[in-house]
């Protein structure tokens, strides 16, 4: 049994119900540090997908599991998660949902004398696709993964869930279930649903419109693109704190209609609250806010091209932080999009310049 | 007078009025083709920058310009195409504002006679800087450009303006003004407000929260990041049309609250028509939405390995058709998503395994 970042992997066998996308991960992961793990889904061909990848055994633990890790689609995370406590007495209890108050409320109604053993969790992770074919034992590599303990949790159960998240390879986020569900109510699933809501309004436009669309309507909109019958039971598992901020949102947009339709509308307020609400998202690797500077470069649209473009910007020692290919009607050209700190903006212009490139600020 | 994709540059000076990102830019791409440009602007300094990097002289045309190309803030555009049309009585005047129909209504109410000589159009090109010293030759290569003839427009002028848009190296994209002003409310300033109310909300949030923030959040909220008086002009201008669109958002919101507020809530219906609407945005190109899947791939975050990267996908003969760095709170290593065609996913995958990198679907 091998270790990651010096702490030890779960000791004693490890049972994943549901072999979906991220239990089958988490299988994944935890048989790359050797790891026993056990598989259990009521979808038979899922189940075999997953022990056919390695991720685990879909025969039943050889002595009672010392971490059950359940991994349900959301409406059934509670009553999953009660069970497990019930048939394992001895077990630490995870689960991998995105909602954390719910079931926790179901485990303590249900199951009130073992809720010390239950400990909730979080990966933010996932994927486009679903399933245990998309599943891989990197999913989790460098993710934050919250681990909501709450005050009647054993430090022993919250301990073992911890070094799970650890040997899956993801950042440790502590917070509690209530703190969890505020946060992601606000990060994930209020944007989730604007971004519905300003896709949504597309339907109803020609096509010659959209021809006009850029770079800032497919970011605004990516993640409308999300399974709706998965996403309809997040938004239904975090329904108040959800519907909270859309009240709060309701507000705005009424002041916003308001003022539009007034002679002189005071737009800026909330246009100015928007620009701070964007700088306090913090940086890449969780530091501070970086000033990081766009630089635009054109590249003919073949294979090879990019290659060269990120050696040339290599060359000149320039740091990457971030890159977009940019939408181009009609011309068979890329625009890249290329971030970099304030500072190396000028020197990586003059760089790709020197070398050829079309690169402009 | 050199030429660009087989049209002529206008021929005779171009006098471009307003010296901000824009308007430099547009003198910088039409000096590229060796056209004779003029600039003024009230604002002495950023006359001078602009000279400076030869995007035009600041002396007066030596004879009556041919074209005229306004481009001062929103707020002033009416007005100063006025007063251009009369000073110039034999020039055509086209302006780049983000607007059309109020600016060509003011043009009908001034200078009625002279409307046949002014043709709007609207680079759909910009940055996160501005002014003469963020400009370019290169900022409209490939983009989208909305010329928006109206029916008393000499087919001349509408040839001049015309002309000058493929001159500076954008893509042609004709269109009524008022077939104009709707799409641009739905496609770009719906988004940009719905994006801010989004990143307002952060600004209660405990920074711990924020902790949990993912890709998706960025790139919701990358556009609120913009200027907050320019966009109070844009918005002001096309205020109708986006009250109207911001009244349809609204009942969908209170929709969405009753549901969530409701025993049973229904929201598959909104969240389903989000994800219609995220597939009728045109493909890169203006061409078909292609099936893109991503490809994760785990690198360290130093100078020369996004070139490595490429390069091994380049011999694998795979196009890249968009990058993405990913959020890594707390780690010195970097999550690249590629997205690559559906058809050749694996065959990334497959091939940069092969070369090292930890790779998956």
Redesign the interface.
């Known amino acids: 049994v091998s270790q990651v970042g010096g702490v030890a992997p779960p000791s004693g066998p490890v049972l994943v119900i549901g072999s979906g996308l991220v239990g089958t991960s988490v299988g994944l992961a935890l048989r790359r540090c050797g790891v026993d793990v056990h598989l259990e889904d009521l979808d038979r061909t899922a189940l075999r997908i997953a022990e056919s990848i390695d991720a685990g055994s879909s025969a039943p633990p050889p002595t009672e599991p010392a971490l059950v890790v359940v991994a349900v689609p959301p409406a059934q995370l509670g009553a999953v998660i009660v069970d497990a406590l019930r048939r394992w007495p001895g077990a630490v209890v995870t689960d991998v949902g995105s909602i954390k108050v719910g079931p926790l409320d179901q485990v303590r109604a249900a199951a009130a004398a073992d809720a010390h053993r239950y400990v909730g969790s979080h990966p933010?992770a996932g994927?486009?696709?679903s399933g245990p074919v998309?599943a891989?034992?990197?999913?989790f590599?460098?993710?934050?993964w919250?681990v909501t303990a709450h005050p009647d949790a054993d430090a022993a159960a919250v301990g073992q869930v911890e070094a799970m998240v650890l040997a899956c390879g993801a950042?440790l986020?502590p917070?509690t279930p209530s703190?969890?569900d505020?946060?992601?109510a606000?990060?994930?699933h209020?944007?989730?649903?604007?971004?519905?809501?300003?896709?949504?309004?597309?339907?109803?436009?020609?096509?010659?419109?959209?021809?006009?669309?850029?770079q800032?309507?497919?970011?605004?909109?990516?993640?409308?693109?999300?399974d709706?019958?998965l996403?309809?039971q997040i938004?239904?598992a975090n329904?108040?704190a959800?519907?909270a901020?859309?009240?709060?949102?309701?507000k705005?947009?009424?002041r916003?209609?308001e003022e539009?339709?007034a002679d002189r509308?005071?737009?800026?307020p909330?246009?100015?609250?928007?620009?701070?609400?964007?700088?306090?998202?913090?940086g890449?690797?969780?530091g501070p806010v970086r000033n990081v500077?766009?630089v635009?470069v054109?590249i003919p649209?073949?294979?090879?091209q990019?290659?060269r473009?990120?050696?040339?910007?290599?060359d000149a020692?320039?740091?990457?932080?971030?890159?977009?290919?940019d939408?181009?009607?009609?011309?068979?050209?890329?625009?890249v999009e290329i971030s970099v700190t304030e500072a190396s903006a000028d020197k990586l212009v003059f760089a790709l310049g020197e070398r050829g490139w079309?690169a402009?600020?």
């Open positions: 933010m994927s486009e696709r998309a891989t034992a990197e999913l590599d460098g993710r934050a919250a950042v986020v917070m703190e969890h505020t946060a992601v606000r990060i994930s209020l944007p989730h649903v604007l971004s519905a809501l300003a896709a949504a309004r597309l339907l109803d436009a020609p096509e010659t419109h959209l021809l006009l669309a850029g800032g309507l497919r970011d605004v909109t990516r993640v409308a693109g999300g709706p019958a996403w309809q938004l239904e329904a108040p959800v519907a901020l859309l009240r709060e949102v309701r705005d947009l009424d916003l209609v539009l339709t509308p005071h737009l800026v909330l246009l100015a609250r928007g620009v701070e609400g964007t700088r306090v998202i913090p890449k690797h969780g500077a766009p635009f054109v649209d073949r294979p090879g990019l290659a473009l990120f050696a040339d910007a290599g020692g320039v740091n990457i932080e971030d890159v977009r290919i939408h181009d009607p009609g011309r068979p050209a890329g625009l079309v402009h600020r």
